[in-house]
């Protein structure tokens, strides 16, 4: 091919009549006065990636004789020809044919030199085919080893779709795919993706020897290993600076190149350019799975070029695939698979389902026992996971330790649920309800969920309760039935337990020395709740001083405090008058909420005057001040001290003044 700009522009159709000629020779059948020439896609066609579905030939045309051997593919680029065979009884063995060519040549990208490829499968093995022409000129080995470096990178092979394959199968494809690529969606293999890459070509290597004469004589001796020695590519290949992983059979043939034209004589005229006899025709394989074995490797003595090309016979193992025996495997594997995905998949038993307790009362702690079992093969890791809308794995009133943990197999694991109902963890609940109930999420790492329910039968008190829902219930709490106090519209003036608690005091206890000083007994303040619960009388024998520290706790534990911390906050010491502010705060106060906060002051007020033989007046209101800020406005002493002093001194207003 003449090294022209139409020729690197134009595609050359030259190969042809050779392909014909070589089918002719390598088939026993003659071949068709008209033969079939496959298509290939111009150069200069929207494809830049270089590829191409190849329609291979069929022998079925009724006016074409059937020929031993099929052509499957035929790629040119410029004067580089890469044309494939196979045997007919091996087509329908052929699939997924792929092509692609790289111009390394003039501005890095001209066919002048470059690389073709073909890509084809034969059963289940993938094979690779490449003729490449290299840069020229002894000491340009960089550039041959530059040019082959692009080649190999730059060839891919787009991925067939079933649906092109079944057509390239049927020898219907067209050469321009039939759907539109999407060149996001394209998926490409490279050359080293293939089982066996077989390349070949006028690689252009030479000896690295001067003088001619020298080699000519070595040639003449048939000494080869002498001559090898200073062979470039097998130098290039020692170093690992090319053709690395890809191996050649021995050399016993004459340097290929350069001879006088239709000659077997070096080309050694003084009046020419005098070249040195080099190997620059190779063939050479990757096969990383030793399935090619090379029976022949030698030269052929035409006389058509400068050149002698080089031949080579091989014995191949091929993959294939018993699809019986395929699905049988596949079968057996998924099966084994399956076990192995089940095994690994953590397994744990509860013993119980549901967690129950029964009888709970305020303020009392209350832990029951989960037992986890590990009946899988693999450790178990759980967590329990923050439901949607929840920033705690569960509600206020319950806690769970631990919340996550490792389980080894066939182990157990102890999980402690405790109800603890006080009124700040049950500020959410309803008053009206004998229930509570949360459900917790039990996730197993790599496994399920599981959902744990917890049902708390409570035995409802008025600890921790509304002082609306008091007022509405006339019966003691215990014995109101769920849900017959909404909608009541006579209401007690204030809570029957607070004027119970206070009655007592007042009747035994006025002049108790250290009166809301003193502790008192914890038994004895759960049965005075008990009391105030079922409507039981008092014992007599009860202390003063552990009815006086119910007083506060029960005050305490409101749902709401009896006088907001939030109204107090509204106090400016600088520019209000304490007085008329107290008088306006206590006309915003809810009725019930009015009633007893003027109910429990007023007594309060009793006990200065009854406690003022032990202690001064101001001591006394120094003291009741801030242990019922904390009982009526529901705020520590530590936040009085340190942040807002507002609810004690209003509440010392209210001890000492008539509002």
Not at 94 to 119: Q, W
Not at 414 to 442: C, M, P, Q, W, Y
Request: overall charge negative; some cysteine; charged content about 25%.
């Amino acid at each position: 091919v003449d090294l022209n700009a139409a020729a690197l522009l134009v595609e050359n159709k030259a190969a042809g009549p050779w392909a014909d000629m070589i089918q002719r020779t390598i088939s026993s059948s003659s071949w068709s006065s008209r033969p079939t020439t496959p298509s290939i896609p111009d150069d200069d066609s929207n494809n830049s990636d270089s590829q191409s579905d190849v329609e291979m030939n069929s022998d079925s045309d009724n006016d074409s004789p059937p020929s031993e051997y099929v052509k499957i593919c035929e790629r040119t680029l410029v004067g580089i020809t890469l044309i494939v065979f196979v045997h007919q009884k091996y087509q329908k063995a052929i699939s997924n044919v792929r092509t692609d060519h790289v111009g390394v040549g003039i501005m890095g990208v001209g066919g002048n030199k470059g690389g073709v490829a073909l890509s084809f499968s034969l059963y289940n093995s993938n094979f690779c085919f490449i003729n490449s022409h290299l840069a020229a000129h002894k000491h340009n080995v960089l550039g041959r080893n530059s040019d082959f470096g692009n080649i190999k990178t730059r060839l891919k092979f787009l991925e067939r779709s079933k649906r092109t394959e079944a057509g390239w199968r049927s020898g219907k494809t067209s050469p321009e795919p039939q759907e539109p690529v999407v060149k996001s969606k394209q998926k490409f293999y490279d050359i080293y993706s293939h089982d066996l890459i077989i390349w070949m070509g006028d690689l252009n290597y030479r000896l690295d020897i001067d003088d001619i004469d020298e080699v000519c004589a070595k040639i003449d001796a048939k000494e080869w290993s002498y001559l090898l020695d200073y062979d470039q590519l097998l130098r290039e290949q020692k170093f690992k600076r090319v053709f690395q992983e890809f191996e050649e059979g021995e050399i016993d043939f004459a340097p290929t190149y350069k001879y006088e034209p239709q000659t077997h004589e070096y080309a050694r005229r003084e009046d020419k350019k005098r070249r040195c006899p080099s190997w620059c025709d190779r063939i050479l394989w990757n096969d990383p799975h030793s399935a090619l074995k090379q029976l022949d490797y030698g030269r052929t003595e035409l006389l058509s070029s400068d050149h002698k090309p080089v031949h080579s016979l091989f014995n191949c193992k091929v993959k294939v695939i018993n699809k019986e025996k395929q699905d049988q495997v596949f079968q057996q594997v998924t099966r084994q698979l399956d076990k192995w995905e089940n095994d690994q998949i953590p397994k744990v038993r509860f013993d119980v389902d549901e967690i129950v307790f029964r009888d709970v009362r305020y303020d009392k702690l209350v832990t029951k026992k989960l037992v986890v079992e590990n009946i899988g093969q693999v450790v178990a890791q759980f967590a329990l996971k923050i439901k949607l809308n929840d920033i705690e794995v569960c509600k206020p009133w319950l806690k769970v330790e631990p919340e996550n943990g490792l389980i080894p197999p066939n182990e157990k694991f102890v999980i402690n649920f405790t109800v603890h109902a006080t009124g700040e963890n049950l500020r959410d609940v309803d008053s009206n309800l004998d229930k509570l109930e949360d459900i917790l999420v039990f996730h197993l790492e790599r496994g399920r969920d599981f959902f744990i329910p917890v049902v708390v039968h409570y035995l409802r008190s008025c600890f921790g309760t509304s002082i609306e829902f008091l007022i509405k219930a006339r019966e003691p709490v215990r014995s109101v039935e769920i849900g017959t106090t909404k909608g009541v519209d006579k209401v007690l003036p204030l809570p029957k337990e607070l004027w119970r608690i206070v009655d007592y005091i007042f009747s035994f206890g006025m002049d108790a020395r250290s009166l809301f000083m003193t502790s008192g007994s914890t038994k004895e303040i759960e049965e005075i709740r008990e009391n105030l619960d079922t409507g039981t009388p008092f014992r007599s024998e009860i202390s003063i001083h552990s009815m006086a520290e119910c007083l506060v706790r029960f005050l305490e534990s409101l749902r709401e405090p009896i006088f907001p911390a939030a109204l107090c906050a509204k106090y400016d010491e600088s520019t209000d008058n304490i007085a008329l502010w107290c008088k306006k705060a206590v006309t915003e106060l809810p009725l019930s909420h009015y009633n007893a906060f003027i109910y429990v002051i007023s007594f309060l007020r009793e006990v200065i005057k009854h406690q003022q033989n032990s202690q001064s007046q101001t001591e006394l209101i120094g003291k009741y001040g801030v242990l019922f800020a904390n009982a009526l406005i529901q705020v520590s002493t530590e936040h009085m001290q340190h942040e807002n002093k507002n609810p004690w001194k209003i509440l010392e207003h209210f001890l000492t003044n008539d509002s």
